[in-house]
């Protein structure tokens, strides 16, 4: 790992500044390995989770990465050119301008959830950035990461872009390299072993975490349809999805009706959980198991616990399929409201008030996602303004995530910095600021020694800048 890393580094020291042919050769190649091999990719992610819905891994994995690189090719030379910046008048006749430059080796470690989708896009910002790569995979998906190791080093070079595997000792130890830059998407927790291995080596670190994000459902919000909506961003992936909404906040006396309105979608949805194969796995044994030990504790605390399999039975616990589930009733201090849940399991609150509601998310870390749902345009704009969370989708789910123009990140407890689309790009990218100086300087009368002449220009300058 430390020899692929020098080798990079060495790599960059020759190449500082690839041009943009040679960054739309990488990102090419990155695509035709995405794109050519879309049925391994799919087969290794269900072979990791256990069963995994193919759509779930097209809609989650593959579509995503497809789009951003294409995105990232039709706009790259247009991201790599200079941006004149404006220059004060006291400082004329010279310019100035922002310089973009790569800035070395970038190291990406990626989670289990979306294996492909959320190593391969951060890659492939960093690349089209001009700088060598390295990834180190989850050991969760032991199979994506062989086959992504695999296409990988049939078509780059290490000095270019290079796949670690290992378990949580060797994540450690990537993350204590001296990278350039790092960027993880993982838990809260471990983000922070993240950031104090980077602040080490004074690493720059972008931090993709996530947090128990908000739906919140106003009195004219339409349940038929809207309820509909939430479910599939809710149940995609089975709830393993970091911008999932969390808990849904309803109005009082509305929580029935959105319990009901929910199990109308999950029957329309997926009419037969565990012989369909639409619906996927909890991806691991522990994370089923941590899953039910969530729904246990709000049982034992009185919660109405109401689990969702229209076929009439549940599923078989052997295939780790974990029926749709809304919780009411729920204590704030019960373990579902305490830790991200990571699982199609839903707790409904009533809000007393919109009022009530902003201060409720406002009291909690700030989410990496908020959901709103509702026809009043006031009502919608007060809790966007009131409210802080990494991005927002309204009267949907998760789509916020797929447009590229948008920056992708949390804030607070839920992560820093942001990536998507040019994003991206300048996330592993320096902005240098540089000034031209004329050949003709006023600024030659505010060189020593002082006297009047500095003064007067002393005068001036305070009335016009």
Known sequence: ????????????????????????????RLLEITRDHEAEIVAAVAADFGHRSPADTL??????????????????????????????????PGRSRVVRQPIGVVGVISPWNYPWQLAIVPAAAALAAGNRVMLKPSEHTPRVAALMARLVAARFDP????????????????????????????????????????AHNLTPVTLEL?????????????????????????????????????????PAG??????????????ALYPDLDRRADYTSIASDAHYLRLA???????????QVLEFHPAGRPPDPTTRRLAPTVVLGLDDDAALMQEEIFGPVLPVLEYSGLDAAVRYVNSRPRPLAL?????????????????????????DCLWHIGVEELPFGGVGDSGMGAYHGERGFLAFTHQKGVFFQSRFSGLALARPPYGT?????????????
């Open 371 to 395: 959901y709103w749902f509702g026809r009043d345009a006031a009502s919608r704009d007060r809790v966007l303004a009131q409210t802080v969370s990494g991005g927002v989708t309204v009267n």
């Open 453 to 465: 002449r500095f003064e007067g220009l002393m005068r001036i300058l305070r009335r016009i800048v």
């Open 210 to 250: 996530g947090g128990k994000s908000p739906a919140i459902f106003a009195p004219d919000a339409d349940f038929d349809e809207h309820v509909r909506r939430l479910a599939v961003g809710k149940l995609l992936n089975a709830g393993q999805t970091c911008i999932a909404p969390d808990y849904a906040m309803v």
């Open 293 to 303: 030990g969530l729904l246990q504790d709000a049982r034992a605390r009185g919660a």
């Open 159 to 198: 000095a270019e872009f290079a796949v670690v595997q290992g378990d949580a000792a060797v994540a450690a130890a990537f993350a204590a390299l001296p990278f350039d830059h790092l960027f993880f998407t993982g838990s809260t927790a471990v983000g922070r072993k993240v950031a104090l291995a980077a």
């Open 1 to 28: 790992m430390k020899s692929t890393f020098e080798q990079q580094r060495d790599a960059f020291e020759a190449e500082r500044e690839p041009s943009a042919a040679v960054r739309l050769d990488r990102l090419q």
């Open 59 to 92: 809609i989650g994995d593959l579509l995503p990465t497809l789009t951003a690189i294409r995105h990232a090719q039709r706009h790259l030379r247009r991201w790599m050119s200079a941006r004149r910046a404006a220059t004060p008048l006291h400082l004329l």
């Open 254 to 267: 509305r929580g029935a009706a959105f319990a009901a309105a929910f199990g109308a979608a999950v029957a």
